[in-house]
């Protein structure tokens, strides 16, 4: 598995700037799912479709080159 590709941007067609407003982007959204999944680990009858909920929009609304990306990374 690869860490670094400095080819990264070239080969998804961004500059350095697209990248980074849409990688920020995507990790902003991921922070109420990441508190949500904490707070139902210790109490499971709290939040118990809210990260999923979360993580689905997430999936719905991402390019699929990100999920290309993302099986890449398995």
Avoid: C, W
């Amino acid at each position: 598995k690869m860490i670094f590709d400095f080819e990264h941007l070239s080969k998804n067609n961004f500059t350095y700037f697209q990248h980074l407003q849409r990688a920020a982007a995507i990790g902003i959204y991921m922070v109420p799912a990441t508190v949500a999944i904490l707070i139902h680990a210790i109490f499971p009858f709290i939040f118990p479709t809210a990260a999923s909920k979360i993580i689905s929009k997430l999936i719905e609304k991402t390019p699929n080159f990100l999920l290309e990306e993302l099986e890449k990374d398995k």
